[in-house]
């Protein structure tokens, strides 16, 4: 039912100034709504339950939006646009309706997203976005705004923030389970060297403008950067993802993580670096993703005859780290060790710390006798023991926290809590402290005042659901330490407790210091 890459790409205009007429196709589920007097049936909703613009019709809404099961008027009220029925999204009252009664769409009483169960997901229709932003300007006229052509948003609240205060603060358009791409949008324009490269026009392009995703990411960043508040539609994104990582395409639940790789890989690959040559090698390249996201991890194989080490340097862009209740056994790590003290982290007595799970990753691990090395010393396989570190850290360290256990016998989501802290010191999990550990604890040295290596949380990936359906917002953090929760189009202030209580897929952090060469 999805439509071939081919299809999109026909859609797609080689003029990005004729982007408005643009038809980019989402969810092919509404067109069971589009029937009949279907529109002025949508307008009648977003007149009477969503934007309520009179004081009689906010009244109404006031006196009959309640959830039809518990009575309740909040917990995100959604309202089905097949039948009069409103319920809850948080207790999944919408939900038991949707599938007992075969509705597949609902609309949401405070945002006016529409919401597709089939998908499971919040959907972008071109028709029912033009209805809503029409009704919206409608209700803002009868109460008495003045100012919509500047501040126009299908989204945003007027009251919600001032928008000349918060640059780079804008909602996504979901194109049908695009929430995976969204997510991971939000977290690379909030990267602040990323965002300093795109806005200085340092990107100089010899490929064709339309198949180049540094490009797009360039005119993303002005986008987010340009002052608009209304969510922007990323369908050319999606059309060069597609286009460029075809294990991506189709409107297919995908993975964030995945997504991320893959995107810092096309970037890379369309990058120059500084001697005007392809960057086809990660580990010899200077573009902008490399200086930001590759950090180098040391591999030291110990042999146990000899005790003579073999020594590999990898580039990463990212760690992922194995997690408690997943079928790998977890090292048994004591609550409050050193390690987690020395990252500050305020956590539940036994509870799981960002800070075990790098220790896990940084421990010497014996590969047995059925995984023998060749000896470089001994001439001969011998049993051997095997170490990770970090021998150069990435001015942004991505964590991928591994939630998603695929095996022959076992395909499930872990939902193991693991608490991680604001700022992170990535130096007990260097190379140069393999030294400094004893069984496989790092002791802080009394006097240590080394910031080289410390980090600061600013955006963190989540997602809610199992592994089969589920959904990805981001918490993303903007100057002066505010934060917000991005959830596509929808935007919303969030607390510092909101983002550290959250489940954590995937965590950014950015070095404090950096060193100019």
Known sequence: SHPPIADLENTISKNSDVVSVMSPAGCSHVNGFKVDNWKQNLRLIYQCFVWSGSVETRKRKAKSCICHLCGAHLNRLHSCLHCVFFGCF????????????????????????????????????????????????????????????????????????????????????????????????????????????????????????????????????????????????????????????????????????????????VLHRHCKDDNGKKANNPNHCSCIIDQIFTGGLQSDVTCQVCHGVSTTIDPFWDISLDLPGSSTPFWPLSPGSDGSVVNGDSHPSGATTLTDCLRRFTRPEHLGSSAKIKCSGCHSYQESTKQLTMKRLPIVACFHLKRFEHSAKLRRKITTYVSFPLELDMTPFMASSKESRMNGQYQQPVDSLNNENKYSLFAVVNHQGTLESGHYTTFIRQHKDQWFKCDDAIITKASIKDVLDSEGYLLFYHKQFLEYE
């Open 90 to 265: 948080s207790k999944k009252h919408i939900h038991e309706h949707a599938k007992n009664k075969r509705h597949n769409l609902a609309i949401d009483l405070l945002y006016g997203g529409i919401y597709c169960f089939v998908c499971q997901d919040y959907i972008y229709d071109k028709d029912m976005e033009q209805i809503a932003k029409e009704e919206q300007r409608k209700a803002w006229k009868l109460q008495g705004s003045h100012n919509i052509s500047s501040c126009s948003s299908l989204f945003l609240p007027l009251s919600m923030f001032p928008v000349s205060s918060l640059p780079g603060l804008r909602g996504l358009i979901n194109l049908g389970n695009t929430c995976f791409m969204n997510c991971i949008v939000q977290a690379l324009t909030h990267t602040p060297l990323l965002r300093d490269f795109f806005l200085s026009d340092r990107h100089k392009c010899e490929m064709q403008s339309n198949s180049c995703l540094v490009c797009e990411m360039s005119q993303l960043f002005q986008e987010f950067y340009s002052g608009h508040r209304s969510p922007h539609i990323p369908f050319r994104l999606l059309h060069l993802v597609w286009t460029h990582a075809r294990h991506l395409a189709g409107y297919e639940q995908q993975d964030a993580h995945e997504f991320l790789i893959a995107a810092l890989d």
